[in-house]
């Protein structure tokens, strides 16, 4: 008897558990934290690149193409913004343009490359976040 309390309880209990695992991901991620995580991430990663003194062609055109792509989708994740913000969001897509064009294939062209790129995210950051 008593063994079989402790397995439905058990049962209660894990069910329980997966109730909640399962309302935590329903929640999910905001869209708009996520296109900062994204850019973040590219950009660390090109960071870490340029620390390493490892800047090879390929992997700064895909991470850069990957930044542009994702900054892409500013807009849609802050519809509510004022005409300021998407002023710093075009500087930003400006400078992320110049970067893909520029090609950089060596840390010195990269760094120079993501300066504009850093700055439009610390712009924005400073007047909005
Ligand atoms: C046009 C404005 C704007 C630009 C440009 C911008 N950000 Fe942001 N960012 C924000 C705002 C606003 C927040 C705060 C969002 C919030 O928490 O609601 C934010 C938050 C973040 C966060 C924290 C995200 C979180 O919720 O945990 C990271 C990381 C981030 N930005 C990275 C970047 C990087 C990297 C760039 C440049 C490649 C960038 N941002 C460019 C507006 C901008």
Do not use: W, Y
């Not at 058990?10 to 708009?32: I, N």
């Not at 960071?47 to 930044?67: E, P, T, Y």
């Not at 005409?83 to 992320?96: G, I, K, P, Y």
């Amino acid at each position: 008897m008593r063994a079989l309390l402790l397995v439905i309880l058990g049962l209660a209990v894990g069910a329980m558990g997966a109730t909640f695992a399962l309302s935590a991901l329903r929640q999910g991620t905001p869209f708009h934290s996520g296109v900062m995580a994204v850019m973040q991430h590219h950009m660390g990663a090109l960071r870490a690149n340029v620390r390493a003194k490892q800047c090879d062609a390929k992997g700064n055109a895909s991470h850069l193409a990957r930044m542009r792509e994702t900054a892409g989708d500013i807009r849609d994740a802050f519809p509510e913004m004022e005409a300021s913000f998407f002023q710093v969001d075009d500087t930003l897509l400006t400078a992320l343009d110049g970067a893909v064009a520029a090609a950089p294939t060596t840390c010195e062209a990269l760094v120079a490359a993501l300066k504009p790129v850093g700055d439009a995210c610390q712009s924005c950051h400073q007047q909005f976040r």
